[in-house]
């Protein structure tokens, strides 16, 4: 199934149901990744939040990696740069955390392929969100898989996913108040076992540069956990 709008997935998605803990998909890797992003407010039921993703066969990759769209011309109205797959929340659809995969270079086809590994339930009031995949969901083979060196990631939160109108609020990696951070996705080498902060990226993502607390990324942790 191709779309355009994250809530006509997650409408589809709700009606067809998916499992909380599915198989890895490609099949087993010795890699996992895990995801904790920290708001300054309770996350939002009808607000957006998404983890786009780049993965690269170089340590150091060139290309331009994921970053936020903020302004016409929308094109899909979240993401543009480089990304294969995104994981995003949405309390609508079962298991509330969903992956895609980009089906064209421009970012504005997409389909569901699977869920993460585990997950954990945002209750009311809750202002983190947590989840983990496997290497492999996000490769079209096991041997792509292992090849991969690092991961361009962007951390994305925003109240709506424009189509269409001059403006939407957001947050992205980087101080979203100054014109030469907006676009500042962060490079996780996959070659050995670490925990990355916010502290390891000299505090790339500051409290209060977005309008909307519920929006605000105040601290993030990505952890890369090889198995061999």
Request: aromatic share 10%; net charge negative; proline share 7%.
């Given at each position: 199934?191709?779309?355009?709008?994250?809530p006509?997935?997650?409408?589809?998605?709700?009606?067809?149901?998916?499992a909380?803990f599915?198989d890895?998909?490609?099949g087993?890797?010795?890699?996992r990744?895990?995801?904790?992003?920290q708001f300054d407010r309770e996350?939002?039921?009808?607000?957006v939040?998404v983890?786009?993703?780049?993965?690269?066969?170089?340590?150091?990759?060139?290309?331009?990696?994921?970053?936020p769209?903020?302004?016409?011309?929308?094109?899909n109205?979240?993401v543009?740069?480089?990304?294969?797959?995104?994981?995003?929340?949405?309390?609508?659809?079962?298991?509330?955390?969903?992956?895609?995969?980009?089906?064209d270079?421009a970012?504005?086809n997409y389909?569901?392929v699977?869920v993460p590994?585990?997950?954990?339930d945002?209750l009311?009031?809750g202002?983190r969100?947590r989840?983990?995949i496997?290497?492999a969901?996000?490769a079209?083979s096991?041997?792509?898989a292992?090849?991969?060196?690092?991961?361009?990631?962007?951390?994305?939160?925003?109240?709506?996913v424009?189509?269409?109108?001059?403006?939407?609020v957001?947050?992205?990696l980087?101080?979203?108040?100054?014109?030469s951070?907006?676009?500042?996705?962060?490079?996780?080498?996959?070659?050995?076992?670490?925990t990355?902060?916010?502290g390891?990226?000299?505090?790339?993502?500051?409290?209060?540069?977005?309008?909307?607390p519920?929006?605000d990324?105040?601290?993030?942790?990505?952890?890369?956990?090889?198995?061999?």
């Amino acid at each position: 199934m191709t779309v355009r709008l994250l809530p006509t997935l997650a409408a589809a998605l709700l009606l067809g149901g998916c499992a909380k803990f599915p198989d890895a998909g490609t099949g087993a890797t010795a890699t996992r990744l895990v995801f904790t992003l920290q708001f300054d407010r309770e996350i939002n039921r009808n607000y957006v939040y998404v983890v786009a993703i780049n993965p690269s066969t170089a340590d150091n990759p060139t290309v331009q990696g994921p970053i936020p769209v903020i302004a016409p011309p929308w094109g899909n109205g979240f993401v543009a740069g480089n990304a294969t797959h995104f994981v995003g929340y949405n309390f609508l659809v079962p298991g509330q955390y969903n992956i895609y995969r980009f089906k064209d270079a421009a970012l504005n086809n997409y389909e569901f392929v699977g869920v993460p590994v585990q997950s954990e339930d945002v209750l009311p009031g809750g202002n983190r969100l947590r989840f983990e995949i496997n290497l492999a969901q996000i490769a079209q083979s096991q041997a792509e898989a292992e090849s991969f060196r690092s991961l361009q990631v962007n951390l994305l939160s925003m109240d709506r996913v424009p189509q269409s109108g001059t403006g939407k609020v957001w947050d992205a990696l980087g101080d979203g108040r100054l014109a030469s951070q907006i676009n500042s996705p962060v490079v996780v080498s996959l070659r050995t076992s670490r925990t990355y902060t916010n502290g390891s990226f000299f505090d790339i993502e500051p409290r209060a540069d977005a309008a909307d607390p519920d929006l605000d990324l105040v601290d993030f942790t990505i952890e890369v956990r090889r198995n061999d």
